[in-house]
C-alpha cells in the first residue's frame, strides 16, 4: 500500500506498513498528486515488496483505499535517508 507525503512530512513512521524509500509521481513537482497531509506534491512511499514490483517494471501503485491509484516516473528508488535531496 503506497503512501503519498510531501518532503516536509516523510518518511512515514510508525505506520502499520513499514516505507523504505520513494519514488518520483510522473511530473513531479508539477504533478497532481499532493500530500495527504497537507497541499504540497508528494512523492511516493513504497513497501519493500512495491520496491521489489518498481524493479521489476510496475509503475502503478494503490494507496491504503480504492479512492485513486499512482502513477511513478522510471527514475530510480530514492533512499529514505536521502529524503532531504527530493
Given at each position: 500500500?503506497?503512501?503519498?507525503?510531501c518532503?516536509?512530512?516523510?518518511?512515514?513512521?510508525?505506520?502499520?506498513?513499514?516505507?523504505?524509500?520513494?519514488?518520483?509521481?510522473?511530473?513531479?513537482?508539477?504533478?497532481?498528486?499532493?500530500?495527504?497531509?497537507?497541499?504540497?506534491?508528494?512523492?511516493?512511499?513504497?513497501?519493500?515488496?512495491?520496491?521489489?514490483?518498481?524493479?521489476?517494471?510496475?509503475?502503478?501503485?494503490?494507496?491504503?483505499?480504492?479512492?485513486?491509484?499512482?502513477?511513478t516516473?522510471?527514475?530510480?528508488?530514492?533512499?529514505?535517508?536521502?529524503i532531504?535531496?527530493?
Amino acid at each position: 500500500m503506497a503512501l503519498c507525503r510531501c518532503k516536509e512530512h516523510s518518511s512515514p513512521e510508525g505506520r502499520r506498513q513499514d516505507y523504505i524509500g520513494f519514488v518520483l509521481p510522473v511530473g513531479y513537482p508539477d504533478t497532481a498528486l499532493v500530500c495527504g497531509l497537507c497541499e504540497n506534491p508528494g512523492v511516493i512511499w513504497l513497501t519493500n515488496d512495491e520496491i521489489a514490483a518498481f524493479k521489476k517494471g510496475e509503475r502503478i501503485f494503490a494507496g491504503p483505499n480504492n479512492f485513486a491509484k499512482m502513477r511513478t516516473n522510471d527514475e530510480e528508488v530514492k533512499n529514505k535517508d536521502k529524503i532531504h535531496k527530493i
